[in-house]
């Protein structure tokens, strides 16, 4: 079974498809002003379960049912506290599957809940609910729920349940945006397409995202920004989008790289009908509105339109050498790793790079040890498939964990045996990121300064282990022979 989900704070706004406006149902405080534990449902008005096109195919176990508790001076939290969830009311627009986070018998759903402490809350999803075939958009149940507490009022509130739809899609991943400077902007045209045997008869709702480092120019009237730099917009068309039809936006949706500017950014955007504003879109577009023009068919068969966008921003990465130094036959630590310059970070999912190390010529790396969590290894890095070859060292891999520092150096020791001397050898280190351009200092050499093996050292290789063995040997039998020639009688 699933765990609940504990709430901290009241959230600015609900999933897409659930309407602005809250069903909060909230019991009065005592009527003598003393200190009363007062609950609070926080679910929504409308909930969409599915879209009408997807019929039997839809699944959602999404739909929450959160229970506040009211902050009070007491501070005495609501003890045992219980939902129960009658899903009897959605027959004939979805059925109830199994899965749910709440017992179950039959449409009745029995969500024990606990100790809810003063100002805080919880919220299950005790639904499992699926498709229905034939259905249309708009068709619509109820759901209804009450939550009890030792020491607390009795609350109780509805949803209406209804069927969306129809399925609006998007292109997916768009043609990328490269060499986009900090202050700089980019435009992108929102298309979709409606695949389906439906109209769109309430309209369309465009949602646009941008991801951290961008924001968008609050152009158009039917679209509502979320803040003075908002990052979200939500944009609303009285269009009815044609069962089999296609369309774009009439004017580009136009988004800044903001200072300093990160590596990469990405604009997203999805369709939906009915349209539903989420709560925290408040600052209304001043320009002239969006509309919808009917474009060619389009196979669209993606949720969202995605474009990505590198910056300017680069991230330089510097080799950090050392020379091999030490005497033939010695296994000797050399650190080799980069530096990172900046000015920008590889922050989340972009990559971040790596360094690869060829070793002079007269040497062989015997190992590269780290430590991970407690536990380690004999390789940080990935060994060449051939002699001569390179060791390639990832820094997004666990093993350069420890060794890892953002913004500094990042370096592991490599240990090195010296097999021979060859006079001007030198290994090579390159670094490489994608974010990186300035190539002209992505390369350093690794000097060899070999000096020859002690007189005294006992050498470690199997050779000279094998070549002593048989100087033994011979030393041995040519004893012996004098020997016999010595005990033989004159």
């Known amino acids: 079974m699933s765990l609940p989900i504990r709430i901290l704070r009241r959230p600015a706004a609900l999933a897409a498809s659930v309407a602005a406006l809250f069903a909060t149902a909230v019991s009065p405080a005592a009527a003598d002003g003393s200190e009363q534990v007062v609950m609070r449902f926080e679910t929504p008005k ?3 379960m599915y879209n009408a096109d997807q019929g039997a195919s839809a699944s ?12 009070s001076k007491g501070g005495e939290p609501a003890r045992n506290v219980r939902v129960v969830v009658d899903a009897s009311g959605l027959g004939g627009v979805a059925r109830l599957g199994e899965g749910g986070m709440c017992k179950a018998e039959g449409t009745i759903y029995t969500c024990e809940y606990g100790n809810l ?3 805080d809350g ?3 999803n005790p639904l499992a609910l699926l498709g229905v075939d034939g259905v249309e958009p708009g068709d619509s149940g109820t759901v209804t729920y009450t939550a009890t507490a030792d020491n607390a009022p009795t609350i109780t509130g509805t949803t209406r349940m209804t069927v969306g739809g129809p399925t609006l899609t998007a292109p997916g991943q768009e043609k990328g945006v490269s060499g986009l400077a900090p202050g700089k902007s980019g435009n992108v ?27 968008l120019t609050a152009l158009h009237s039917n679209c509502f920004y979320a803040g003075p730099a908002p990052t979200s917009a939500w944009c609303t068309f009285p269009t009815k989008a044609a069962a089999g039809a296609a369309y774009r936006a009439s004017a580009p949706l136009v988004y800044t790289v903001t200072p300093p500017g990160r590596l990469t950014g990405e604009v997203t955007y999805t369709w939906s009908s009915p349209p539903a504003r989420p709560a925290d879109h408040t600052v209304r577009g001043t320009g002239a509105p969006l509309t919808l023009v009917r474009t060619a068919a389009q196979d669209f068969d993606d949720t969202h339109g995605r474009l990505g966008i590198t910056t ?3 991230v330089d990465y510097r080799p950090v050498t050392a020379t091999v130094r030490g005497r033939v036959g010695d296994t000797v630590k050399v650190r080799l790793g980069l530096e990172d310059l900046g000015p920008g970070r590889v922050r989340g999912e972009e990559e971040q790079g790596r360094f690869e190390v060829v070793p002079p010529e007269g040497t062989t790396v015997t190992s590269i040890p780290y430590v991970f969590e407690g536990d380690g290894g004999k390789w940080a890095c990935a060994r060449p498939e051939k002699p001569g070859g390179a ?13 890892r520092h953002e913004g500094g150096t990042t370096a592991i020791d490599f240990h090195i045996r010296i097999d021979r001397q060859v006079r ?15 190539p002209a200092n992505d390369v350093a050499a690794i000097p060899l300064d070999a000096s020859p093996a002690s007189p005294y050292r006992i050498s470690t290789h199997p050779w000279a282990w094998t070549a002593g063995a048989l100087v033994l040997v011979v030393l041995a039998a040519a004893y012996l022979r004098r020997r016999r020639r010595d005990a033989k009688p004159s």
């Open 60 to 71: 959602n176990n999404g739909f929450p049912v959160p229970v506040f508790v009211e902050r």
């Open 122 to 124: 919880e919220s299950y």
């Open 424 to 438: 001007g050898a030198e290994g090579t280190i390159r670094t490489y990121n994608p974010f990186d351009h300035t």
């Open 312 to 314: 300017t921003v680069q």
């Open 391 to 403: 060791f390639v060292c990832e820094i997004g891999r666990d093993a350069l964990y420890e060794a």
């Open 189 to 215: 045209t929102a298309r979709l397409a409606n695949n389906t045997r439906f109209p769109t008869e309430a309209g369309v709702a465009l949602q646009v995202n941008v991801s951290e480092g961008l924001t």
């Open 117 to 119: 402490q003063n100002g």
């Open 46 to 48: 409308t909930y969409v």
